[in-house]
């Protein structure tokens, strides 16, 4: 969303059970068994180009229920 300056990224078309900010710009929906549903970041023009938004990979971990992002 180019006016919210804020991009969501669908893992699964899944109901959501839980929301967590990670942080102010990094906002986490789980499904059932804290299965990522998908992420919501914002302020992406600050940290990524408009070039880098055609291909976002994300890698994500889960260890003892915490999630862990790399780029």
Request: glycine residues 2%; without cysteine; proline residues 4%.
């Amino acid at each position: 969303d180019p006016l919210a300056d804020a991009m969501y990224i669908y893992f699964n078309q899944k109901p959501v059970k839980e929301t967590v900010a990670v942080d102010k710009d990094l906002i986490i929906d789980y499904g059932s068994n804290r299965v990522p549903v998908g992420i919501e970041m914002l302020s992406v023009s600050k940290k990524m180009s408009k070039k880098s938004l055609l291909s976002v990979k994300v890698k994500l971990l889960t260890h003892q229920r915490k999630l862990l992002l790399q780029k």
